[in-house]
């Protein structure tokens, strides 16, 4: 078989299941998030299975089914807690009255209004920095966006029971057969491609187990540090656990995340002290807030991230940066939130396929 035809071979099942995961959206989209369940989970049945009570050991459905238990525990828990505080977060937003936040704001809004002016920082004559907050404000705390995103949740909603029932039935299997979904996924391509295929699943699953792992852990880090943080800075634990929850979860988008979680953070801070005075209470509390995050951050840059990425990504910081940037641009936030991964599958298996290209042995020379 000459080369050109083991190519052919190799790239037509990849875009048959490309063309499946097109046109089966949300069935994939279940089957994505069985596999991480399954991957998160997987080292607490690999732990279970190896106690023993005397010669009685627990059977592997048995530990898969105790694990998926326990992780949807978790998961209900979370939203339990943190579905009421944001609710009542975006109550309080929902009846802000705008005017009264731009008045309480109109002081330091002209001064960057007559700083702007002096420098001739826009090109624009007619623009304005009090039009241009007044915009803002109304856009970020108005009621039509919130009732918006409660639509959209609202409608979510209906398909919570068919996504549980299908996302644990497959998790459940995942976990109990080990080589469940790379038994299958093997069927789509060439025996002689089998060896291969099997290796790089192996490297794939080492790498992406670590990853979500690592980052199951982080987010959890992240969220009680900053909830910590920002309630000793005198923020409401409501409010405080809010922008905590939003920091932890945008922290999984690396370099970027952190910076979108801190402004959301100032924004929300700004909103829930608008009766303070500017300068005498209002400013203080913004860089608390943001000393308080940094702080976290820091942790994050010194403990969490290199023991996550030193171990599953193993890729330059300019090129996971570069990475993000292009998958936000092609993706929005669940293309950089998705970058990371989906750029080690495909190092993982350039390497496999691709090892006598220069540019991939580069790219991949850190992977074990």
């Known amino acids: 078989m000459n080369r050109s035809t083991r190519i052919i071979l190799f790239i037509l099942p990849i875009l048959l299941i490309a063309l499946a995961v097109w046109q089966l959206g949300n069935v994939m989209a279940y089957v994505l998030v069985a596999f991480i369940i399954s991957m998160i989970g997987q080292p607490l049945v690999d732990v279970m299975q190896k106690i023993r009570i005397r010669k009685w050991h627990f059977p592997r459905w048995l530990c898969s089914l105790f694990t998926l238990l326990i992780i949807w525990v978790l998961i209900i828990f979370f939203f339990r807690f943190f579905i009421p505080l944001l609710a009542k977060e975006f109550q309080y937003f929902s009846s802000l009255d705008i005017q009264s936040v731009l008045e309480n704001l109109r002081e330091p809004i002209a001064e960057l209004e007559h700083f702007v002016d002096e420098f001739k920082l826009t090109g624009d004559e007619e623009f304005t920095v009090e ?168 942790i994050d840059n010194i403990l969490f991230q290199p023991l996550i990425f030193a171990k599953s990504v193993k890729a330059h910081p300019l090129e996971i940066f570069l990475v993000i940037i292009s998958a936000g641009t092609l993706g929005g936030v669940v293309g950089m939130i998705l970058a990371v991964p989906t750029y080690t599958v495909i190092r993982v298996v350039a390497k496999e396929f691709l090892s006598q290209s220069k540019l991939v042995q580069k790219l991949t020379e850190r992977l074990e």
């Not at 992406?208 to 909830?227: D, M």
């Not at 920002?230 to 979860?249: K, N, P, R």
């Open 131 to 298: 039009a241009w907050a007044t915009e803002t404000i109304t856009s970020v705390m108005g009621l039509e966006r919130i009732t918006s995103f409660a639509r959209g949740v609202a409608g979510t909603v209906g398909n919570i029971f068919v996504a549980f029932v299908v996302i644990s039935f497959t998790s459940f299997f995942f976990m109990k057969e080990a080589r469940l979904f790379e038994n299958s996924l093997i069927l789509f391509f060439p025996e002689e491609q089998e060896q291969k295929i099997r290796n790089a699943l192996s490297s794939i699953s080492r790498f992406l187990k670590r990853y979500f792992i690592g980052v199951s852990l982080q987010v959890t880090g992240i969220i009680l540090l900053n909830a910590v943080g920002l309630s000793i800075v005198g923020l409401d634990f409501s409010t405080a656990v809010t922008i905590a929850l939003v920091s932890g979860v945008l922290n999984v988008i690396p370099y970027v995340g952190p910076l979108i979680g801190l402004l959301i953070g100032l924004t929300i801070g700004t909103a829930v002290s608008i009766p303070m005075d500017f300068y005498t209470e209002l400013l203080p509390r913004l860089v608390f807030i943001i000393i308080a995050m940094e702080i976290t951050q820091v």
